[in-house]
Protein backbone atom coordinates (compact mmCIF):
# COMPACT_ATOMS: atom_id res chain seq x y z
CA UNK A 1 0.00 0.00 0.00
CA UNK A 2 1.53 3.32 -1.28
CA UNK A 3 1.97 5.79 1.44
CA UNK A 4 3.22 9.54 1.59
CA UNK A 5 5.03 11.47 3.87
CA UNK A 6 6.23 14.95 4.04
CA UNK A 7 8.49 17.07 6.52
CA UNK A 8 8.60 19.04 7.73
CA UNK A 9 4.59 19.61 8.81
CA UNK A 10 4.83 22.76 9.15
CA UNK A 11 7.47 25.50 8.30
CA UNK A 12 8.12 29.49 8.82
CA UNK A 13 10.49 31.54 7.61
CA UNK A 14 11.38 34.89 7.00
CA UNK A 15 10.91 36.70 3.61
CA UNK A 16 13.75 36.06 1.15
CA UNK A 17 15.03 32.60 2.12
CA UNK A 18 15.18 29.49 -0.16
CA UNK A 19 14.02 26.59 1.48
CA UNK A 20 13.21 22.78 0.91
CA UNK A 21 9.83 20.84 1.13
CA UNK A 22 10.46 16.69 1.54
CA UNK A 23 8.13 14.08 0.47
CA UNK A 24 8.55 10.48 0.41
CA UNK A 25 6.60 7.67 -0.63
CA UNK A 26 7.25 3.86 -0.08
CA UNK A 27 6.43 2.48 -3.59
CA UNK A 28 8.36 3.53 -6.04
CA UNK A 29 6.12 2.11 -9.16
CA UNK A 30 4.96 5.74 -9.68
CA UNK A 31 3.77 7.07 -12.98
CA UNK A 32 4.63 10.68 -12.00
CA UNK A 33 4.27 12.81 -8.64
CA UNK A 34 2.77 16.11 -8.28
CA UNK A 35 3.32 19.24 -5.79
CA UNK A 36 0.04 21.39 -5.29
CA UNK A 37 -0.86 24.09 -3.34
CA UNK A 38 -3.38 24.40 -1.04
CA UNK A 39 -4.31 28.27 0.24
CA UNK A 40 -6.73 28.03 3.12
CA UNK A 41 -10.67 27.71 2.26
CA UNK A 42 -9.61 26.64 -1.40
CA UNK A 43 -9.17 23.82 -3.40
CA UNK A 44 -5.87 22.73 -5.04
CA UNK A 45 -3.69 24.57 -7.08
CA UNK A 46 -1.08 22.28 -8.89
CA UNK A 47 2.56 23.55 -9.09
CA UNK A 48 4.65 20.86 -10.78
CA UNK A 49 3.97 17.18 -12.24
CA UNK A 50 7.27 15.38 -12.85
CA UNK A 51 6.90 12.17 -14.88
CA UNK A 52 8.39 9.11 -13.72
CA UNK A 53 11.05 9.54 -16.32
CA UNK A 54 11.93 12.69 -15.62
CA UNK A 55 14.57 13.91 -12.79
CA UNK A 56 12.93 17.45 -11.70
CA UNK A 57 10.79 20.21 -13.13
CA UNK A 58 10.60 23.75 -12.88
CA UNK A 59 8.90 26.91 -12.58
CA UNK A 60 9.62 30.48 -11.75
CA UNK A 61 10.93 30.15 -8.67
CA UNK A 62 9.41 26.44 -8.18
CA UNK A 63 12.19 23.66 -8.47
CA UNK A 64 10.99 20.55 -8.11
CA UNK A 65 13.07 17.14 -8.27
CA UNK A 66 12.48 13.40 -8.17
CA UNK A 67 14.55 10.73 -7.01
CA UNK A 68 12.03 7.57 -7.89
CA UNK A 69 14.63 4.75 -6.87
CA UNK A 70 14.92 6.15 -3.36
CA UNK A 71 10.89 7.61 -3.08
CA UNK A 72 11.72 10.71 -2.47
CA UNK A 73 11.20 14.18 -3.84
CA UNK A 74 12.01 17.99 -2.94
CA UNK A 75 10.45 20.67 -4.30
CA UNK A 76 12.84 23.82 -3.44
CA UNK A 77 11.15 27.55 -3.36
CA UNK A 78 13.80 30.19 -4.23
CA UNK A 79 13.71 34.18 -2.54
CA UNK A 80 10.48 32.86 -0.84
CA UNK A 81 7.82 35.60 -0.35
CA UNK A 82 5.01 36.36 2.03
CA UNK A 83 2.76 35.49 -0.62
CA UNK A 84 3.96 31.62 -1.24
CA UNK A 85 2.29 30.90 2.42
CA UNK A 86 0.17 28.24 2.05
CA UNK A 87 -0.04 24.26 2.44
CA UNK A 88 1.83 22.55 -0.26
CA UNK A 89 0.43 19.06 -1.02
CA UNK A 90 2.63 16.23 -2.86
CA UNK A 91 0.48 13.29 -4.28
CA UNK A 92 1.92 10.35 -6.52
CA UNK A 93 0.10 8.62 -9.34
CA UNK A 94 1.00 5.28 -10.67
CA UNK A 95 0.74 1.72 -9.37
CA UNK A 96 -2.16 -0.65 -9.42
CA UNK A 97 -4.27 2.46 -8.40
CA UNK A 98 -5.23 4.92 -10.89
CA UNK A 99 -6.10 7.47 -8.19
CA UNK A 100 -3.46 9.78 -6.19
CA UNK A 101 -2.46 9.38 -3.08
CA UNK A 102 -2.09 12.42 -0.91
CA UNK A 103 1.02 13.01 1.54
CA UNK A 104 -0.25 15.30 4.59
CA UNK A 105 0.99 18.52 3.43
CA UNK A 106 3.60 21.11 4.82
CA UNK A 107 2.07 24.17 6.06
CA UNK A 108 4.26 27.15 4.91
CA UNK A 109 4.57 30.33 6.22
CA UNK A 110 6.32 33.32 5.35
CA UNK A 111 6.89 35.89 7.27
CA UNK A 112 7.64 39.77 6.11
CA UNK B 1 -14.28 27.54 -19.16
CA UNK B 2 -15.65 27.09 -15.73
CA UNK B 3 -13.72 24.44 -14.28
CA UNK B 4 -14.70 22.33 -11.99
CA UNK B 5 -17.80 23.76 -9.92
CA UNK B 6 -18.54 22.33 -6.52
CA UNK B 7 -21.81 23.38 -4.61
CA UNK B 8 -22.64 24.22 -2.16
CA UNK B 9 -19.38 25.57 -0.90
CA UNK B 10 -20.56 25.33 2.36
CA UNK B 11 -23.16 23.30 3.99
CA UNK B 12 -24.25 22.90 7.74
CA UNK B 13 -26.00 19.79 8.70
CA UNK B 14 -27.49 18.54 12.50
CA UNK B 15 -26.80 14.79 13.76
CA UNK B 16 -28.83 12.34 11.50
CA UNK B 17 -29.77 14.58 8.36
CA UNK B 18 -28.40 13.89 4.88
CA UNK B 19 -26.24 15.80 3.04
CA UNK B 20 -25.62 16.26 -0.54
CA UNK B 21 -22.64 17.64 -2.46
CA UNK B 22 -22.71 18.37 -6.06
CA UNK B 23 -19.71 18.29 -8.60
CA UNK B 24 -20.36 19.20 -11.91
CA UNK B 25 -16.91 18.36 -13.93
CA UNK B 26 -14.62 20.55 -16.78
CA UNK B 27 -16.13 20.49 -20.22
CA UNK B 28 -15.42 17.78 -21.80
CA UNK B 29 -14.64 15.77 -18.93
CA UNK B 30 -16.21 12.59 -18.04
CA UNK B 31 -14.28 10.75 -15.31
CA UNK B 32 -14.62 12.09 -11.58
CA UNK B 33 -13.12 11.64 -8.18
CA UNK B 34 -13.78 12.10 -4.63
CA UNK B 35 -11.41 12.94 -2.16
CA UNK B 36 -11.88 13.91 1.32
CA UNK B 37 -9.69 16.15 3.71
CA UNK B 38 -10.26 15.61 7.39
CA UNK B 39 -9.47 18.89 9.42
CA UNK B 40 -5.01 18.79 10.01
CA UNK B 41 -5.19 15.72 7.76
CA UNK B 42 -4.13 15.20 4.06
CA UNK B 43 -6.51 14.76 0.98
CA UNK B 44 -8.15 10.72 1.05
CA UNK B 45 -9.48 9.08 -1.70
CA UNK B 46 -12.89 8.21 -1.23
CA UNK B 47 -14.47 6.85 -5.43
CA UNK B 48 -13.71 6.96 -8.36
CA UNK B 49 -16.65 7.42 -11.26
CA UNK B 50 -17.36 7.56 -14.88
CA UNK B 51 -20.81 8.48 -16.56
CA UNK B 52 -23.43 5.77 -14.99
CA UNK B 53 -20.61 3.59 -13.63
CA UNK B 54 -18.48 3.33 -10.01
CA UNK B 55 -15.03 2.21 -11.08
CA UNK B 56 -13.07 2.46 -8.10
CA UNK B 57 -14.93 2.70 -4.07
CA UNK B 58 -12.44 1.47 -2.35
CA UNK B 59 -11.91 4.58 0.18
CA UNK B 60 -15.64 5.07 0.63
CA UNK B 61 -16.99 4.15 4.30
CA UNK B 62 -19.33 1.10 3.91
CA UNK B 63 -22.24 2.66 5.64
CA UNK B 64 -24.17 6.23 5.02
CA UNK B 65 -22.27 7.41 2.15
CA UNK B 66 -22.87 6.79 -1.49
CA UNK B 67 -22.04 8.56 -5.02
CA UNK B 68 -23.13 8.68 -8.47
CA UNK B 69 -22.17 10.15 -11.66
CA UNK B 70 -25.60 10.35 -13.59
CA UNK B 71 -25.81 10.72 -17.52
CA UNK B 72 -27.06 13.65 -17.31
CA UNK B 73 -26.38 16.32 -14.55
CA UNK B 74 -23.23 16.68 -11.49
CA UNK B 75 -22.16 13.91 -9.79
CA UNK B 76 -23.68 13.57 -6.28
CA UNK B 77 -21.87 12.41 -3.03
CA UNK B 78 -24.21 11.51 -0.83
CA UNK B 79 -24.63 11.45 3.19
CA UNK B 80 -27.06 9.98 5.22
CA UNK B 81 -27.57 10.20 8.72
CA UNK B 82 -24.52 12.54 9.08
CA UNK B 83 -22.02 12.15 12.54
CA UNK B 84 -19.93 14.94 14.10
CA UNK B 85 -16.76 12.77 12.49
CA UNK B 86 -17.89 13.47 8.78
CA UNK B 87 -16.87 17.18 9.48
CA UNK B 88 -14.46 17.69 6.44
CA UNK B 89 -13.83 19.30 2.89
CA UNK B 90 -15.04 17.28 0.23
CA UNK B 91 -13.03 17.41 -2.82
CA UNK B 92 -14.10 16.08 -6.58
CA UNK B 93 -11.94 16.44 -9.24
CA UNK B 94 -12.14 15.95 -13.21
CA UNK B 95 -10.09 14.32 -15.74
CA UNK B 96 -10.37 13.95 -19.07
CA UNK B 97 -11.44 10.01 -20.42
CA UNK B 98 -8.74 7.62 -20.14
CA UNK B 99 -5.86 10.34 -18.83
CA UNK B 100 -5.88 8.63 -15.57
CA UNK B 101 -5.93 10.35 -12.39
CA UNK B 102 -2.33 12.29 -13.47
CA UNK B 103 -4.26 14.92 -14.92
CA UNK B 104 -6.59 16.02 -12.34
CA UNK B 105 -8.20 18.82 -12.48
CA UNK B 106 -9.97 19.75 -8.48
CA UNK B 107 -12.68 21.96 -7.17
CA UNK B 108 -12.60 24.56 -4.32
CA UNK B 109 -13.99 21.93 -2.48
CA UNK B 110 -17.46 21.59 -0.14
CA UNK B 111 -17.01 22.37 3.42
CA UNK B 112 -18.81 20.15 5.50
CA UNK B 113 -19.96 21.03 9.70
CA UNK B 114 -22.15 18.89 11.08
CA UNK B 115 -23.44 19.75 14.29
Known amino acids: KQEVTQIPAALSVPEGENLVLNCSFTDSAIYNLQWFRQDPGKGLTSLLLIQSSQREQTSGRLNASLDKSSGRSTLYIAASQPGDSATYLC???????????FGTGTLLAVQP | NAGVMQNPRHLVRRRGQEARLRCSPMKGHSHVYWYRQLPEEGLKFMVYLQKENIIDESGMPKERFSAEFPKEGPSILRIQQVVRGDSAAYFC?????????????FGAGSRLTVL
Open chain 2, 93 to 105: ASSPQDSGANVLT
Open chain 1, 91 to 101: AVYGGATNKLI
